[in-house]
């Protein structure tokens, strides 16, 4: 990773600027998505209110960008980190709530794409996250609606589950700058190849009691982005021949990280 601080400047130049581009994207995208899932738990008529940034926008610890001249598009990867003054007002069935004291911190691709002849030469831009951000808030609002732990952990995971599915991998948050680009093809791309995870053997030695009594039942869980996939699992075994295989098709394979555990 190489200094961000360019980037960090650029974003503090534009960011007085994207409030009404986030008011969009929540009441448009974010919200209705929102509204359906808590409305499974009797929670109604959700709705964003107004979206605030406040003063202090995201900051990027470091970047690489991806040398690859063959494909129409810039590709870079930032560690980013945000520890906001924002706030969202939001209501559920007319009664208001809010989100504060946001945190939020993840590695950040950022692709640009397609490469145009004319300026401002990029036809759009995705954003993602490579794996879960580490996400939190605070809920503020209605004492009766809030004061139950129950109403609270819903939010807080349909707000969770939200942000994965709009941008992190293999979801990526699409924004088109010009209109003379391929819509269908910018919102929907092909993937551009395929991660095959082989599991074969091998466990660290764990629960082994006396005499090599207690053994333990062992799985593996592959991770890429929000794809999840688990081995099946053997029964009193420490040393497991799984010969799994999953083949996962990416967008975005440089970079692409995998997490076995």
Not at 221 to 241: A, D, H
């Given at each position: 990773?190489?200094s961000?601080?360019w980037?960090?400047?650029?974003?503090?130049?534009?960011?007085p600027?994207?409030?009404?581009?986030?008011?969009?994207?929540?009441?448009n995208t974010?919200?209705?998505?929102?509204?359906?899932?808590?409305?499974?738990?009797?929670?109604?008529?959700?709705?964003?209110?107004?979206?605030?940034l406040?003063?202090?926008?995201?900051?990027?610890?470091?970047?690489?960008?991806?040398?690859?001249?063959?494909?129409?598009?810039?590709?870079?990867?930032?560690?980013?980190?945000?520890?906001?003054?924002?706030?969202?007002?939001?209501?559920?069935?007319?009664?208001?709530?809010?989100?504060?004291?946001m945190?939020?911190?993840?590695?950040?691709?950022?692709?640009m794409?397609?490469?145009?002849?004319?300026?401002?030469l990029?036809?759009?831009?995705?954003?993602?996250?490579?794996?879960k951000?580490?996400?939190?808030?605070?809920?503020?609002?209605?004492?009766?609606?809030?004061?139950?732990?129950?109403?609270?952990?819903?939010?807080?995971?349909?707000?969770?589950?939200?942000?994965?599915?709009?941008m992190?991998?293999?979801?990526?948050?699409p924004?088109?700058i010009?209109?003379?680009?391929?819509?269908?093809?910018?919102?929907?791309?092909?993937?551009?190849?395929?991660?095959?995870?082989?599991?074969i053997?091998?466990?660290?030695?764990?629960?082994?009691g006396?005499?090599?009594?207690?053994?333990?039942?062992?799985?593996?869980?592959?991770?890429?982005?929000?794809?999840?996939f688990k081995?099946?699992?053997?029964?009193?075994?420490s040393?497991?021949?799984?010969?799994?295989?999953?083949?996962?098709?990416?967008?975005?394979?440089?970079?692409?990280?995998?997490?076995?555990?």
């Amino acid at each position: 990773m190489e200094s961000a601080e360019w980037l960090n400047l650029l974003i503090r130049q534009l960011w007085p600027s994207a409030e009404q581009y986030a008011n969009e994207l929540c009441r448009n995208t974010i919200g209705p998505a929102l509204r359906s899932a808590l409305e499974v738990y009797k929670l109604k008529s959700f709705r964003f209110e107004e979206v605030e940034l406040g003063q202090t926008p995201p900051r990027f610890t470091g970047i690489k960008v991806y040398d690859d001249q063959a494909l129409p598009e810039v590709v870079m990867d930032v560690d980013c980190e945000y520890f906001g003054d924002g706030k969202i007002k939001a209501s559920i069935s007319d009664m208001p709530i809010g989100i504060e004291d946001m945190q939020l911190s993840g590695r950040l691709r950022i692709v640009m794409k397609p490469l145009v002849k004319d300026l401002p030469l990029v036809g759009g831009v995705h954003v993602l996250f490579l794996g879960k951000p580490k996400l939190s808030y605070n809920l503020t609002g209605t004492a009766n609606v809030l004061d139950l732990p129950v109403v609270k952990s819903i939010l807080y995971r349909a707000v969770e589950e939200q942000v994965e599915r709009l941008m992190v991998m293999p979801n990526k948050l699409p924004i088109q700058i010009v209109n003379s680009i391929d819509v269908a093809d910018f919102m929907c791309p092909v993937p551009s190849g395929v991660v095959r995870l082989h599991i074969i053997e091998n466990l660290a030695k764990k629960d082994i009691g006396i005499l090599n009594m207690n053994k333990p039942d062992p799985y593996c869980i592959m991770r890429i982005g929000l794809q999840n996939f688990k081995t099946e699992t053997f029964k009193n075994t420490s040393n497991p021949k799984w010969d799994a295989c999953k083949e996962v098709g990416t967008w975005d394979v440089q970079g692409a990280q995998a997490w076995l555990c």
